[in-house]
């Protein structure tokens, strides 16, 4: 079945520590987007990208970077200058116009 | 500042009742809109999404309307059911730009009770 995986489901992260978030999706999708999610919040955007090799800041995109070398992989880092990163991430792709898919989402936490 | 609100935060309703969840938008220049459920510790599944030329969208025991001019859109749920039990969001896209990207209401949580 298609659909986007996201790895892992909980992760913990100590002080001073850069952090990976995994997304891959096998839908055939150009375009892929990280949003968090706070509590009593809509999602926020962090990073989006649009075609492999190219990727533009959303809305909160301090403190994180992104990639897209692969169509189906859009990996993000926490880094350590996020000063409050404990939050629900999600992964999404889309084509243009259509509904975007969402993974399942990493629980982010800090030790 | 483009701006999407959900009211109320929270719902709570008996079973076998009809409900209407609210979302309001800023730019009525829009695309379209969609209407997402969220379970808890999950992710967004896409319900309905309704084109800017459409009125209304339809699936099962749900039906979505579109109202640009009043900035409006309702989700119906139809004889609700503990399974509806849900967040659900709606989302409209950023701009006049064709990036994708969108922006979410804060979500309505709905608790169909037995």
């Known amino acids: 079945d298609g659909g986007i995986t996201q790895s892992p489901k909980y992760l913990f992260r100590k002080e001073g520590q850069n952090v990976t978030l995994s997304c891959e999706q096998n839908?055939?999708?150009?375009?892929m987007y990280w949003y968090r999610q706070d509590p009593g919040q809509g999602l926020r955007l962090i990073y989006y990208?649009?075609?492999?090799?190219?990727?533009q800041k959303g809305d909160i995109a301090e403190g994180y970077s992104v990639s897209r070398e692969k169509k189906e992989s859009f990996p993000l880092t926490v880094t350590s200058a996020q000063k409050n990163p404990t939050a629900f991430y999600l992964c999404a792709s889309s084509n243009p116009h259509q509904p975007q898919h969402f993974g399942d989402g990493t629980r982010l936490s800090i030790l | 500042k483009q701006e999407v609100t959900q009211i109320p935060a929270a719902l709570s309703v008996p079973e076998g009742e009809n409900l209407v969840l609210n979302c309001s938008f800023t730019d009525s220049a829009i695309y379209n809109l969609q209407w997402f459920r969220q379970d808890p510790g999950k992710g967004l599944t896409s319900l309905l999404l309704i084109q800017s030329s459409q009125r209304e969208q339809t699936s099962g025991r749900l039906n979505a309307s579109l109202d640009k001019s009043s900035g409006r859109s309702t989700l119906y749920i139809a004889a609700s059911q503990p399974g509806d039990s849900a967040t659900y969001l709606c989302?409209?896209?950023?701009?006049?730009?064709?990036?994708?990207?969108?922006?979410f209401g804060q979500g309505t949580t709905l608790q169909v009770k037995p």
């Open positions: 990208s649009q075609i492999v090799n190219d990727f």
């Open positions: 839908l055939n999708h150009d375009a």
């Open positions: 989302a409209q896209p950023h701009g006049s730009s064709n990036t994708g990207k969108l922006i």
